[in-house]
């Protein structure tokens, strides 16, 4: 009997924590049919991953409150089990492919360019011909110039922006990039503490020592904002603008009049509240002005008021709100009305609010709700709410909304009378038009497709000129210049970067749909 027994614990040691046994007990409910949850990624899904992307799902990404209670060798057991490989040390190899010489980083303001998500602060997303420097005509002859392989990633859906003749790039695993824009060359990479999907604007910055230069300001997956120097790479600052710790940055900063201002969403919370035990919910969207030099906190302002004790659930737990409308996408400026528009999402938490599924207009001086102008009310949902096959959960508001976030930033734009419009699209599949100067008054609205609450509308361009019709497949490998096995995958990120002669693209979702990948593409013509 002794005997047995010894070896049984010894040949549990050896090979470590049982992968396997750890997903049937932390994961299975969610991941794995019958049960499954139709917005987690199936077994199959997860099995084309890299490890490494398990890994920093379950760390910082949107899975670290399922991950929180597992230790570092657990966490590997269950990316090693699910996709079938060893997890490596992919996400550093990053030295392959660097530029042979450093040209410092010219004036992003002067030569062709896309800085930031918008490409401006308006969020049309269309870029002006001279920028582009890019015919409709020659887009048929496009050729693929090079590809970089984004190591450690599934996911690429960090836009890239492109200044001063470098290619900045935010990645999953947290590597930022600076690359040259033409050939591709690795000029510098900085580590984030958490994954970068936004995109990365550029701009001018002067420290307190009397130091300037240019720096590209982005956010990560832990809340963090970042000015790091766009020639060196170096850090000037990093702030954490929220110490919720479902809060993370997946609309892009936006650069300003030497402010960056940071919308921060909170999805890890739609999910945690799943579990019947969860404090649910004290999360709530919001948009941090920073000095842009120092990374000092000018204001915050959250899209509804703090999260008040609402009584407890059936199990026993403190439940919270109002919490949720968090702020998915890059906000927009209108700099004539001295406003920062922000799109929010659903509420997580009872009571609903005037201020979620809506556009929201803030002060830009000073953080000030102006307005709010609600599309879809009473829309409060999270994980584990009524879907077929799923237990009851003493969290869910009394009224389970239809998820329909606001994905997409706001648009401001003209209308042909010359008044100005905020077009926004959203989830449902449709667009709405809305007044500046009443208050975000409906204009119209407009139903461009079915909707879902699945997937999301990320970045539409409302310059109908833009419209290409050219197909390139990138479901496939490709042969990288930095040496790091690519594959293309979906498009459910930005969409395509013009500028400059060239047509970057980055493929590879491997979220709630598509396929995954981790490349970003080059094309221009000869
Ligand atoms: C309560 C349900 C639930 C449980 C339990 C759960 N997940 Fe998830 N998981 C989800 C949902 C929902 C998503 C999609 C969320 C999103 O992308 O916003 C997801 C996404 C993921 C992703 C993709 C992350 C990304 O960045 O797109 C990975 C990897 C993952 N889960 C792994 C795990 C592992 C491993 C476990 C067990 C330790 C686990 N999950 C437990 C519901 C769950």
Redesign the pocket.
């Known amino acids: 009997m002794n005997l047995i027994l010894v070896l049984i614990t010894t040949s549990v040691l050896a090979q470590g924590p049982d992968g396997a046994d ?2 049937q007990r ?6 794995a049919a019958p049960t499954a ?1 139709s ?3 199936n077994r199959e ?2 099995r084309l ?1 890299t490890p490494e ?2 890994v ?3 760390g910082d ?3 670290r409150v ?2 929180e209670k ?1 230790s570092d060798p657990e ?1 590997r057991a ?2 090693e089990f ?1 996709t079938g490989r060893p997890v490596g040390d992919s996400t550093t190899a990053v030295n392959a492919g660097l530029c042979a010489s450093q040209t410092p980083m010219s004036n992003p303001a002067a030569g062709q360019h896309w800085n930031g998500w918008g490409p401006d602060v308006t969020n049309t997303r269309s870029q002006p011909a001279p920028q582009a420097g890019l015919t409709a005509a020659q887009v048929p002859n496009l050729k693929l110039k090079w590809a970089f392989g984004i190591p450690g990633a ?2 690429a859906r960090s836009q890239p922006a492109v200044a001063g003749g470098r290619i900045f790039l935010g990645s ?1 695993p947290g590597t930022v990039f600076a690359l040259d824009a033409r050939t591709g060359c690795t000029y510098w990479t900085f580590r984030a503490q958490a ?1 970068v999907r936004t995109a990365i604007s550029i701009g001018p910055y002067k420290n307190a020592r009397g130091a300037s230069g240019y720096a590209v300001y982005f956010a990560d997956g832990k809340a963090n904002a970042y000015a790091v120097d766009a020639t060196t790479g170096r850090q000037i600052w990093v702030r954490k603008v929220d110490e919720h710790p479902a809060a993370r940055a997946t609309g892009a900063p936006i650069l300003h009049a030497g402010r960056l201002y940071v919308p921060l969403s909170g ?2 919370e ?3 509240a ?2 019947p035990d969860y404090q649910c919910c004290t999360f709530r969207g919001s948009v941090t002005a920073l000095d842009a030099n120092t990374g000092d906190i000018v204001w915050k302002a959250y899209t509804v008021p703090e999260p008040k004790p609402r009584g407890k659930s059936t199990t026993g737990a403190q439940l919270w709100g109002p919490a949720g409308a968090a702020v998915w996408s890059s906000p927009t400026i209108d700099t004539k009305r001295g406003a920062i528009y922000v799109a929010t999402g659903n509420s997580y938490a009872d009571p609903p609010q005037p201020t979620s599924d809506a556009v929201v207009a803030f002060d830009l001086k000073t953080g000030k709700m102006l307005w709010s102008s609600q599309v879809t009310p009473k829309d409060v949902w999270i ?2 709410c009524g879907g077929r096959g799923q237990a009851p959960n003493p969290n869910c508001p009394e009224e389970v909304g239809p998820d329909f976030d606001f994905s997409a930033s706001p648009i401001l734009t003209k209308l042909p009378n010359g008044r100005d419009i905020i077009v926004v699209p959203q989830k449902s599949g449709v667009a709405y038009g809305l007044d500046p100067d009443k208050k975000g008054e409906q204009v119209w609205q407009y139903r461009a497709g079915r909707g879902s609450a699945i997937g999301g509308v990320w970045g539409s361009a409302v310059d109908a000129q833009q419209a290409y019709i050219w197909e390139f497949d990138t479901n496939r490998s490709f042969e990288t210049i930095n040496g790091v096995a690519a594959k293309g995958g979906s498009f459910d990120g930005p969409g395509v970067v013009v500028v400059g002669g060239m047509l970057y693209a980055t493929s590879g979702n ?3 749909v598509g396929r995954p990948g981790n490349v970003l593409l080059a094309f221009g013509v000869d």
């Open positions: 750890l997903f932390d994961c299975a409910s969610c991941h949850d917005r987690a990624p899904a997860l991953r992307s398990i920093n799902a379950l990404g949107v899975m399922q991950g597992l966490r269950i990316a699910l599934t996911q999953e994954g999805v890890s739609e999910t945690s799943a579990k994980l584990g491997g979220g709630l």
